[in-house]
């Protein structure tokens, strides 16, 4: 079981930047890779960032050059970041972070991000 906690949410002016936090427990080992998502109001649930246990990145396209994902291993305890930078009003939405293991992928509570002057 991995489980898997959210932080760092907020609300920001246009033109912010706020840092993502998402702490990862339990069987971490299994961890292969892990990613952002997110999801506005009445909308279906976007990709934003995605990083390979090799530390290869990808984007969403509406994020590109504004938003980048990173990962630290600690011993007991994989957290992942999203720095986001240049925030917009279309960014705001509920950020989820998903890790994937072997078998099945875990998927944490949310955390909230609302880009509003």
């Known amino acids: 079981q991995v489980q898997l906690v959210e932080s760092g949410g907020g609300l920001v002016q246009p033109g912010g930047s706020l840092r993502l936090s998402c702490a990862a427990s339990?069987?971490?080992?299994?961890?292969?890779?892990m990613d952002w998502y997110r999801q506005a109001p009445g909308e279906e649930r976007e990709f934003v960032a995605s990083?390979?246990?090799?530390?290869?990145?990808?984007?969403g396209d509406s994020v590109k050059g504004r938003f980048t994902i990173s990962r630290d291993n600690a011993p007991n305890t994989v957290y992942l970041y999203l720095q986001m930078n240049s925030l917009k009003p279309e960014d705001t939405a509920v950020y989820y972070c998903q890790a994937f293991t072997a078998t099945r992928s875990y998927w944490g509570q949310g955390t909230q991000v609302t880009v509003s002057s």
């Open positions: 990083i390979s246990s090799g530390g290869n990145t990808n984007y």
């Open positions: 339990g069987s971490i080992f299994s961890i292969y890779a």
